[in-house]
């Protein structure tokens, strides 16, 4: 299972939420390119780095710390938060991510993204499955869509798609651990798909009872900079 730091921006620092709420928000580290190769230099390959200001924005803002981090680390980056355009995408894997993740988009222009997985390929594009209880939520985790989470994997997998992020946004950055029934169900109905947790990681027992689930990958953000998990414990997984 694939060990995935994470970094949330809001103006350019290392921000966490609590259950996505902007309003609950810490600031833990005004220079995110040292956070970035603090991981790198933990021997850590991945980084998913989430550019809050763009999910409220709709657009990418903190292109600027992505290609900081792009040029003085070799993690391998998957980048969220407002890719709502073609130009938008090309920015962002022009800025050094290896990876983009459709999330709102993906609920509200399906066509647009699955035009995506077509030209950029699988690999290239990931697809945000954020939801709170069986639902899918867009729009920086403000509104609760129709589309439910089985839904939303199923139709994308018949698209193309294999790799989903899925975050309980209710569990976000609380500390209680992850949504151990939703990912099992989720591996159980759709073993083709690779997922990746997010949300509620807290021990290094969590990291362990997700991997025994099947999940491709386990997203890391409050834990790591809370200290309930320090880098040196995730040897084990590298």
């Known amino acids: ?7 949330d921006l809001i103006n350019g620092q290392c ?14 580290d005004a220079d995110p390119v040292a ?15 989430v550019d809050l200001d763009g999910a409220r924005a709709g657009q990418p803002v903190n292109l600027a710390v992505l290609e900081a981090i792009a040029s003085q680390t070799s993690l391998d980056i998957d980048a969220g938060g407002g890719i709502q355009t073609a130009a938008a995408l090309a920015q962002v894997l022009g800025a050094g991510a290896a990876h983009a993740t459709a999330g709102s988009l993906a609920v509200r222009e399906p066509a647009t993204v699955q035009a995506w997985l077509a030209q950029y390929g699988a690999d290239t594009i990931f697809l945000g499955a954020d939801y709170k209880g069986a639902h899918i939520v867009i729009n920086a985790w403000v509104d609760q869509s129709d589309l439910t989470l089985t ?3 199923a139709d994308y997998l018949a698209a193309g ?7 309980d946004v209710s569990k976000d950055g609380l500390l209680q651990g992850p949504s151990l029934p939703t990912y099992r169900l989720l591996v159980e109905q ?3 798909a690779r997922f990746i947790a997010s949300g509620g990681v807290t021990t290094i027992s969590d990291l362990e009872l997700l991997a025994e689930a099947g999940m491709h ?22």
Do not use: N, W
């Open 35 to 49: 956070v970035a190769r603090r991981f790198a230099d933990a021997g850590l390959r991945r980084l998913h780095l």
């Open 151 to 153: 839904g939303f994997v």
């Open 217 to 238: 990958g386990a997203i890391i953000g409050k834990a790591l900079y809370e200290g309930t998990i320090a880098l040196a414990d995730l040897q084990r997984f590298l």
């Open 161 to 167: 798609g294999t790799t989903f992020i899925c975050t």
């Open 15 to 28: 921000v966490r939420l609590s259950a996505g709420d902007f309003a609950r928000q810490t600031t833990y």
């Open 1 to 7: 299972m694939e060990i995935i730091p994470a970094i």
């Open 190 to 192: 759709f073993p083709t």
